[in-house]
T-cell receptor, first 111, second 115 residues
Framework: RKEVEQDPGPFNVPEGATVAFNCTYS??????FFWYRQDCRKEPKLLMS?????NEDGRFTAQLNRASQYISLLIRDSKLSDSATYLCVVTRPDSNYQLIWGAGTKLIIKP | GAVVSQHPSWVICKSGTSVKIECRSLDFQATTMFWYRQFPKQSLMLMAT?????????EQGVEKDKFLINHASLTLSTLTVTSAHPEDSSFYIC???????????FGQGTRLTVV
C-alpha cells in the first residue's frame, strides 16, 4: 500500500463549480499535512497546511480526519486558473522536512 | 517565502556523460537539502537527504555512486548524475529547509533528458 494515496483524476469541472479531493495516508503517526499545487513542468508550490481543526483560505478549505487517516481539499467557485495537479503531502513522523508525496490529482477547469 | 534557486532548468545530455545540478538557498541557510525525482504522472520520490558537512542519506533503491550529492556549504548542494542513461531522464527537484523554517522551499526543478 502506498504511503499516500490520491485519485489521479483527471477531474473535469465547469468553471464556478465546487470540487473536492480526498487523500489517504498510511502512517497514523504522521504529524504534518499539506496540499501543494503543481503546474505542468513546474515545481510544487505550497497551497495550504492542513490542521486538525480544519482551515480555510479564501475559496480553499482543507480538513484532516486523523481517525480515518484522510485529508480533504475543497475548492469553491472554481476558476480556470485552478487547473493544476494537486498533491497531498504528509511528513514522516520523525522529520518535519521529509515529505511523502501523493501522486497528485489532476484538475481541469472548463469554461 | 525563502528562495531556492536550482540550475539548470533543463539539460539534454548524451548517454554515458555526467550532469551536475545545483541547488542554492539565496536568503537563508539550508541545513538540510532534499533531492527528489519525478517521472511523468508519478509522485515526487525522495532520493536523498543531505545535511551540510556530512554524507547524504540515500533512500532505498537509489544508487549513491550514481547520484553523487555534495552539500559542502549552508547555501549550496549539488547532485551529479554520473554515467547518465536514458532511464535517468526525469524531473529532478531540490528542496531546502532550516531549523527556523516551518516548511521546505523548492527549487524550480531540472528536466533532464538523456539521449
Amino acid at each position: 500500500r502506498k504511503e499516500v494515496e490520491q485519485d489521479p483524476g483527471p477531474f473535469n469541472v465547469p468553471e464556478g463549480a465546487t470540487v473536492a479531493f480526498n487523500c489517504t495516508y498510511s502512517n497514523s503517526a504522521s504529524q504534518s499535512f499539506f496540499w501543494y499545487r503543481q503546474d505542468c513542468r513546474k515545481e510544487p508550490k505550497l497551497l495550504m497546511s492542513v490542521y486538525s481543526s480544519g482551515n480555510e483560505d479564501g475559496r480553499f478549505t482543507a480538513q484532516l480526519n486523523r481517525a480515518s487517516q484522510y485529508i480533504s481539499l475543497l475548492i469553491r467557485d472554481s476558476k480556470l486558473s485552478d487547473s493544476a495537479t494537486y498533491l497531498c503531502v504528509v511528513t514522516r513522523p520523525d522529520s518535519n522536512y521529509q515529505l511523502i508525496w501523493g501522486a497528485g490529482t489532476k484538475l481541469i477547469i472548463k469554461p | 517565502g525563502a528562495v531556492v534557486s536550482q540550475h539548470p532548468s533543463w539539460v539534454i545530455c548524451k548517454s554515458g556523460t555526467s550532469v551536475k545540478i545545483e541547488c542554492r538557498s539565496l536568503d537563508f541557510q539550508a541545513t538540510t537539502m532534499f533531492w527528489y525525482r519525478q517521472f511523468p504522472k508519478q509522485s515526487l520520490m525522495l532520493m536523498a537527504t543531505s545535511n551540510e558537512g556530512s554524507k547524504a542519506t540515500y533512500e532505498q533503491g537509489v544508487e549513491k555512486d550514481k547520484f553523487l550529492i555534495n552539500h559542502a556549504s549552508l547555501t549550496l548542494s549539488t547532485l551529479t548524475v554520473t554515467s547518465a542513461h536514458p532511464e535517468d531522464s526525469s524531473f529532478y527537484i531540490c528542496s531546502a529547509g532550516d531549523r527556523g523554517l516551518t516548511e521546505a522551499f523548492f527549487g524550480q526543478g531540472t528536466r533532464l533528458t538523456v539521449v
